[in-house]
């Protein structure tokens, strides 16, 4: 059997131990050809592929990044795109496909096994925020990256008595947020889940101040949007998926709050890409690895259109079904629980 692999969307620490755990076990366990597919998609489109092996995959467990490259190409937005995947499989002998990928990537996936392909789902996302899974690869690096520059933030913001606001990734949902607030102590968390009040931001500064603390520490995810307002826009346009391009709220909110309250300086960092850079932490490589072996597991037994997840301390299959076209948003139960430490 010929298995190829591919990882699409953005980029998250774990890939390539994922890749790593799918090509030992498949050459060792099931005597498998496994052939890597270069920049997600799109390498299925253009015939871009490389031969895996052993020696290419040693030393990928702490490396971040994807040896494989990654992209947001959307086969259903080119000219006869899931006709020229499935021609280029027959064509190339590929029995199945391991897809690393969030939602959109494991959207592509869903059509592409309901029209017939041979796919089994790898859940990979810093965001955290798809169904079926209690977490994704990648999240908990993010949240330790953010954790770090919340616990260097503390410092100067106290030094200088100013409002730090430090803005994370989360389009659509804020578990980044709220777990590196929770982890760092922030005075406040603003997630897209939960509108936020400018005023009333402006009070827990004002009742911390009272307190003797003359500094506070925000943090706000990118998809965060005021009461009755939008996110905020980084740049016009949208990917081939229609996701457009958030930036810009942690700025945003400096601003406001510096109109409405007299004398406080504000700063404002935006982690950005940081989050997703260097090398998985250990829960990340561990879980990475098990959905790796588990992924071409499923392969050999051929329960195609599944994803691997992470149920509790078990990894389970989950249909893709379930998972395409849906978002799991925070515990709720959770930000009310850090609510008690605002201010």
């Known amino acids: ?38 920049d997600g998609w799109r390498g ?66 869903y059509k592409l096994s309901k029209m017939g392909l041979h796919c089994i789902g790898v859940p990979k996302t810093i965001d955290n925020d798809l169904e079926g899974t209690d977490y994704t690869f990648g999240f908990q690096t993010a949240v ?7 616990d260097r933030l503390h410092t100067t913001a106290e030094t200088h008595h100013r409002v730090v606001i430090l803005e994370v990734m ?65 740049s016009p346009g949208v990917d081939a998926f229609g996701n457009v391009r958030l930036g810009g709220v942690g700025y945003y909110l400096g ?8 004398g406080i300086e504000t700063r404002v960092v935006v982690l950005g890409h940081i989050q997703r850079g260097g090398s998985p932490t250990a829960f990340d490589r561990v879980l990475a690895t098990r959905y790796g072996i588990a992924a071409i597991d499923l392969v050999r037994e051929g329960m195609f259109g599944q994803i691997v997840a992470l149920k509790g301390n078990k990894i389970v299959s989950v249909p893709l079904e379930e998972v395409a076209g849906r978002r799991k948003g925070v515990d709720l139960k959770l930000y009310e629980m850090a609510k008690v430490f605002f201010g």
């Open 170 to 234: 989360g389009r659509q949902t804020g578990w980044i947020a709220l777990w590196a607030g929770l982890a760092g102590g922030a005075d406040a968390i603003l997630i897209p889940e939960k509108p936020f009040n400018v005023n009333d931001i402006c009070e827990i500064i004002r009742h911390r101040k009272k307190r003797g603390r003359n500094f506070s520490i925000i943090v706000a995810a990118e998809g965060a949007k005021p009461k009755g307002g939008k996110e905020i826009v980084y």
């Open 144 to 150: 330790s990256i953010a954790c770090d520059a919340l």
């Open 44 to 109: 299925l489109l253009e015939e871009q592929f490389i031969i895996l092996d052993l020696k290419s995959t040693a030393g990928l467990l702490p490396r971040g990044g994807s040896i494989l490259g990654t992209s947001r190409t959307n086969p259903f937005k080119w000219k006869n795109g899931p006709q020229r995947i499935f021609k280029n499989v027959e064509i190339h002998g590929i029995d199945a496909i391991i897809v690393i990928g969030g939602d959109d990537t494991l959207g592509v996936a």
């Open 1 to 38: 059997m010929k298995v190829g692999i591919l990882s699409g969307g953005g980029d998250a620490p774990g890939i390539n131990a994922v890749i790593r755990a799918v090509v030992r076990k498949a050459i060792q366990g099931y005597s498998f050809d496994v052939i890597g597919i270069k």
């Open 255 to 262: 601003r406001e709050i510096e109109k409405r309250y007299e």
